[in-house]
């Protein structure tokens, strides 16, 4: 990777090395994006049977697999995967089931309550990519967090042919609705129903631009009502270092984001030059033992080291590039965290490489990338709910506050909320000198 040193950039090379890859971003993918979307919306089925012959190279009569295709598939999943899958289940499931909101009520004066209540999120679509590399792990941090916060219905579509272990996963959370249908034309089925795909009220996952582009789209298109988890697109990781840091563990780290795709990137900031040096030639060594090798390097082209002056720097940088993973392995790496401001999900130490919470931790992996981590959250449990607020006054509480909310809506000139109060006081006035 390219080594940069930062003190020495002017404001616009500073800018320059934290791009993102020039493929993201392109200004004729929102021109394609919308043209499926709006394809879908008009024909529906038509439209998806004919774009999935087109993009994925598969001839279907059906978009929904049968309750027998689904255990064909679940027969055909090998014992270890399973188990594999049974372990990080559980442990998602734990971290999961923690996140369940707690009701609040409290009373802001003297007969005035006000709460803030929660309830689940009635039909939503879960995005499971498929192509090159079947994301199994997006499943289950899906399907798992639909279950528990109590989602009554739970699409899940994926590009054909569907991998037979993510079939399984979907069936082992709970998830019986599976479409074979992938890219942006199964954001805008989902958004838009179709003669098979049910219309949903929330679309979750991650994907490539042209599923986050779609995502986008879709939830400001006036034709639909459909809300997006974020901007979730191509992966990303960023390595804080100093020179205890372990430079195979880095490179195998930042490998393993580069696999991803092409339109990946992956970040070292170190204040050490050797090992940078030493991180580089890692790279050159266990890239040529990957079986995705191709694509990595491309990621690499797009990606870089940034040599800081200390850890305290490093973490500015970070916070200024956003990253949608951050790996810390530094000596202490946890007295760097009080800093960190702007990261998806954060991994600490040489022991905690960046694929456990990609599968079986317990934590999400459906993160925020593109520097949208400065505003928005990881994937987690409240994201599958709605919250509310409930107030409820009594005569004593009405009487207590009126006054100030007639005022206030008077100075707003809104005399119709003015009105509202006063007419509910002259009651209690009446009432009470009868």
């Given at each position: 990777?390219?080594?940069?040193?930062?003190?020495?950039l002017?404001?616009?090379?500073?800018?320059?090395?934290?791009?993102?890859?020039?493929?993201?971003?392109?200004?004729?993918?929102?021109?394609?994006?919308?043209?499926?979307?709006?394809?879908?919306?008009?024909?529906?089925?038509?439209?998806?049977?004919?774009?999935?012959?087109?993009?994925?190279?598969?001839?279907?009569?059906?978009?929904?697999?049968?309750?027998?295709?689904?255990?064909?598939?679940?027969?055909?999943?090998?014992?270890?995967?399973?188990q594999?899958?049974?372990?990080?289940?559980?442990?998602?499931?734990?971290?999961?089931?923690?996140?369940?909101?707690?009701?609040?009520?409290?009373?802001?004066?003297?007969?005035?309550?006000?709460?803030?209540?929660?309830?689940?999120?009635?039909?939503?679509?879960?995005?499971?990519?498929?192509?090159?590399?079947?994301?199994i792990?997006?499943?289950?941090?899906?399907?798992?967090?639909?279950?528990?916060?109590?989602?009554?219905?739970?699409?899940?579509?994926?590009?054909?042919?569907?991998?037979?272990?993510?079939?399984?996963?979907?069936?082992?959370?709970g998830?019986?609705?599976?479409?074979?249908?992938?890219?942006?034309?199964?954001?805008?089925?989902?958004?838009?129903?179709?003669?098979?795909?049910?219309?949903?009220?929330?679309?979750?996952?991650?994907?490539?631009?042209?599923?986050?582009?779609?995502?986008?789209?879709?939830?400001?298109?006036?034709?639909c009502?459909?809300?997006?988890?974020?901007?979730?697109?191509?992966?990303?990781?960023?390595?804080?270092?100093?020179?205890?840091?372990?430079?195979?563990?880095?490179?195998?780290?930042?490998?393993?984001?580069?696999?991803?795709?092409?339109?990946?990137?992956?970040?070292?900031?170190?204040?050490?030059?050797?090992?940078?040096?030493?991180?580089?030639?890692?790279?050159?060594?266990?890239?040529?033992?990957?079986?995705?090798?191709?694509?990595?390097?491309?990621?690499?082209?797009?990606?870089?080291?940034?040599?800081?002056?200390?850890?305290?720097?490093?973490?500015?940088?970070?916070?200024?590039?956003?990253?949608?993973?951050?790996?810390?392995?530094?000596e202490?790496?946890?007295?760097?965290?009080?800093?960190?401001?702007?990261?998806?999900?954060?991994?600490?130490?040489?022991?905690?490489?960046?694929?456990?919470?990609?599968?079986?931790?317990?934590?999400?992996?459906?993160?925020?990338?593109?520097?949208?981590?400065?505003?928005?959250?990881?994937?987690?449990?409240?994201?599958?709910?709605?919250r509310?607020?409930?107030?409820?006054?009594?005569?004593?509480?009405?009487?207590?506050?009126?006054?100030?909310?007639?005022?206030?809506a008077?100075?707003?000139?809104?005399?119709?909320?003015?009105?509202?109060?006063?007419?509910?006081?002259?009651?209690?006035?009446?009432r009470?000198?009868?």
């Amino acid at each position: 990777m390219q080594i940069l040193n930062w003190p020495n950039l002017s404001e616009a090379e500073r800018k320059s090395a934290l791009s993102r890859s020039p493929l993201v971003g392109d200004g004729s993918l929102e021109l394609s994006v919308s043209t499926i979307v709006n394809r879908v919306r008009v024909e529906k089925d038509t439209a998806l049977l004919s774009y999935t012959q087109q993009f994925d190279g598969v001839s279907l009569t059906e978009l929904r697999l049968s309750p027998d295709q689904i255990d064909s598939a679940c027969t055909r999943v090998s014992e270890d995967i399973k188990q594999a899958i049974a372990q990080a289940m559980a442990n998602i499931e734990v971290f999961h089931q923690a996140q369940k909101f707690e009701p609040v009520s409290v009373e802001t004066q003297a007969g005035i309550r006000c709460e803030l209540r929660s309830e689940a999120i009635e039909k939503v679509g879960l995005y499971i990519p498929g192509g090159t590399a079947p994301l199994i792990s997006t499943v289950m941090m899906l399907a798992l967090p639909a279950r528990i916060a109590g989602c009554k219905q739970r699409v899940l579509v994926s590009p054909p042919p569907i991998n037979d272990a993510i079939v399984y996963a979907a069936k082992e959370c709970g998830i019986t609705e599976i479409y074979q249908v992938g890219g942006a034309q199964a954001i805008a089925a989902l958004a838009f129903g179709t003669e098979s795909v049910p219309k949903v009220d929330k679309i979750f996952g991650p994907g490539n631009r042209f599923v986050t582009e779609a995502k986008k789209l879709v939830s400001q298109d006036s034709h639909c009502v459909v809300s997006i988890d974020m901007p979730a697109g191509p992966s990303e990781v960023l390595v804080i270092a100093d020179k205890a840091a372990n430079p195979e563990f880095i490179a195998a780290d930042l490998l393993s984001q580069a696999e991803h795709g092409p339109d990946s990137q992956v970040m070292l900031v170190t204040d050490c030059e050797i090992l940078a040096i030493k991180v580089n030639a890692a790279l050159n060594r266990q890239l040529e033992t990957l079986p995705r090798m191709e694509i990595a390097q491309l990621a690499l082209e797009s990606s870089r080291t940034l040599l800081v002056a200390d850890m305290q720097q490093a973490t500015q940088v970070s916070n200024l590039y956003g990253p949608e993973h951050l790996i810390i392995q530094t000596e202490a790496p946890r007295e760097l965290l009080t800093s960190i401001r702007a990261a998806g999900s954060v991994f600490l130490g040489a022991y905690t490489p960046e694929s456990v919470g990609d599968y079986a931790s317990g934590t999400n992996h459906v993160l925020p990338t593109y520097g949208y981590s400065r505003a928005v959250s990881s994937l987690s449990l409240a994201d599958f709910s709605r919250r509310f607020t409930v107030q409820e006054l009594s005569a004593e509480g009405l009487l207590a506050i009126g006054e100030t909310v007639m005022t206030l809506a008077a100075a707003e000139l809104l005399d119709a909320h003015k009105n509202a109060i006063k007419i509910r006081l002259d009651s209690l006035t009446a009432r009470n000198a009868s």
